[in-house]
Nanobody, 115 residues
């Protein structure tokens, strides 16, 4: 069973940057869909960025141009570089692994952007 642990969240001023990491451990890890969702208070969880099973990337319109998703398969770690952060980026960020219906989630990491 794959386990995911996020890190890298924190408090940052508007315009600042953060890099989130998602480290995978456990058996069964392979190249699969992976990505990041976020959930702000009172809002639904939304996709921020992700890799499809084929390795292509996709981004939410709200973060395109400001965020870059990447992964190091040898290290079993995925990253989300976030630049030019805005207060509306404040949320708990969750990484996921696997296809719909078989998705595994991390515990989340809080990102707070102050104005």
């Amino acid at each position: 069973q794959v386990q995911l642990v996020e890190s890298g969240g924190g408090l940052v001023q508007a315009g600042g940057s953060l890099r989130l990491s998602c480290a995978a451990s456990g058996s069964g890890f392979s190249i699969s869909a992976m990505g990041w969702y976020r959930q702000a208070p009172g809002k639904q969880r939304e996709l921020v960025a992700g890799f499809t099973n084929g390795g292509t990337t996709n981004y939410a319109v709200s973060v395109e141009g400001r965020c870059t998703i990447s992964r190091d398969n040898a290290k079993r770690t995925m990253y989300l570089q976030m630049n030019s952060l805005k207060p509306e980026d404040t949320a708990v960020y969750y990484c996921f692994y696997g296809p719909l219906g078989l998705r595994i989630w991390g515990q989340g990491t809080q990102v707070t952007v102050s104005s």
